[in-house]
């Protein structure tokens, strides 16, 4: 067993959700959301070995060529990790995240009931979007299973790297990975078009073309989900359109507006004992919402979702006042969280 796959082990015992490497620095988990320094500090040669002894031949000489790496790891009988090395002040770093050992169910994700909604989409584009760390991949993988169990259909993944392992249930699943099948998201999504997809997950919208490519997909009668990273349901809309020159934003504003079908914002809150637990922010595309988003008037989206409650949708606070009244969270967490957002 390599050495840091001794470490990695540690990560799962101590119930961490992710093992941070830095020279000169102690082995750091992180432990329901906060930081923890454990035994002696690594020296930037102790670093190089420890992960030198985890990669190809390849992947060393991409980190020599000053790129960073992302990848998928697997300790047999123990779990698999999200990797990502990366060169710091001329020094080696590492931060790597354990993917669970099962996709959770979309019903175990104390979710509100507007995302298996959207699951009940044909075609159009899904956003998941959120902080790193903050449930994405998690809830686009119960998203997946979901529909693996639910249809019989053809999906298509295209992950940097890919993380959660699908098998083949009512669905025929193709996963691939950025960097091993396809060279990138935007290269993936126009292979995927001529696969005869019924549904292609994008692991992260990351400019112009991938976004471009995913409203393609969606124009074309494919279901399309996708991650960004963005706060909130009005600030996703907002980052759409800056991946686009101005002349171009009018025409993307509606490519955009009618194609959407849904957009899930998402926070971890500490949960009332121990763990976290994901506060949801969604949106659910009708009339009204398209056209607000077809006049540019992203401050009003907020007040259409408190007013669309009854169709699934949900702003950060109505969802946190839930999940106070479930016990899944404090309301001194909830009241603490809630002030935070009123100052931004």
């Known amino acids: 067993m390599a050495k840091l796959d001794q470490f990695l082990v540690q990560m799962i015992e101590l119930g961490a959700s992710d093992l941070h490497l830095h020279a000169d620095y102690p082995l750091t988990y992180r432990v329901d959301g906060m930081l923890r320094g454990v035994g002696k500090a690594l020296n930037s040669k102790q670093l190089v070995f420890l992960l030198s002894e985890i ?25 698999r990790f999200r990797g990502n090395i990366f ?32 699951c009940q989409k044909r075609s159009g584009l899904i ?42 249930k009512l669905c025929i699943i193709s996963q691939k990975e950025v960097g091993k099948d396809v060279p990138c998201f935007t290269t993936g999504l126009k292979i995927a078009s001529k696969e005869n997809p019924d549904i292609v997950l994008v692991g992260e919208i990351r400019d112009r073309h991938s976004m471009q490519g995913a409203l393609d997909l969606a124009e074309a009668g494919v279901l399309v989900l996708a991650t960004l990273h963005t706060v909130d349901v009005a600030n996703t809309v907002k980052r759409v359109m800056s991946f686009f020159e101005e002349d171009m934003q009018d025409m993307i504003r509606s490519r955009f507006a009618f194609n959407i079908q849904g957009i899930v914002s998402m926070k971890l809150l500490p949960k009332a004992e121990s763990g976290r637990v994901a506060a949801y ?12 988003i077809m006049e540019g008037k992203d401050h009003q989206i907020a007040s259409a979702l408190e007013q669309g409650k009854a169709e699934g949708m949900r702003t950060f606070n109505m969802h946190i006042k839930e999940l106070v009244a479930t016990r899944m969270i404090t309301k001194e967490i909830a009241d603490r ?8």
Do not use: W
């Not at 060529?65 to 779990?79: S, T």
């Not at 969280?337 to 931004?344: F, I």
């Open 55 to 79: 990669l190809s031949d390849e992947q060393k000489a991409q980190l020599n060529r000053g790129q960073e790496l992302d990848f998928a790891y697997e300790i047999p009988g123990h779990g």
């Open 87 to 118: 060169l710091q002040d001329s020094k080696f770093g590492g931060v790597f995240r354990l993917i669970p050992s099962r996709i959770v169910k979309l019903e175990d994700l104390n979710c509100p009931v507007g995302i298996s909604k959207l």
């Open 127 to 168: 956003l998941v979007t959120g902080p790193t760390g903050s449930g994405k991949s998690t809830t686009m993988a119960a998203m997946i299973d979901h529909l693996n169990h639910n249809r019989r259909c053809h999906i298509i993944t295209i992950e940097d790297p890919v993380e959660f392992v699908h098998e083949d």
């Open 281 to 292: 922010e969604i949106i659910l595309a009708n009339q009204g919402i398209r056209s607000l």
């Open 337 to 344: 969280y809630m002030a935070l957002e009123q100052k931004a």
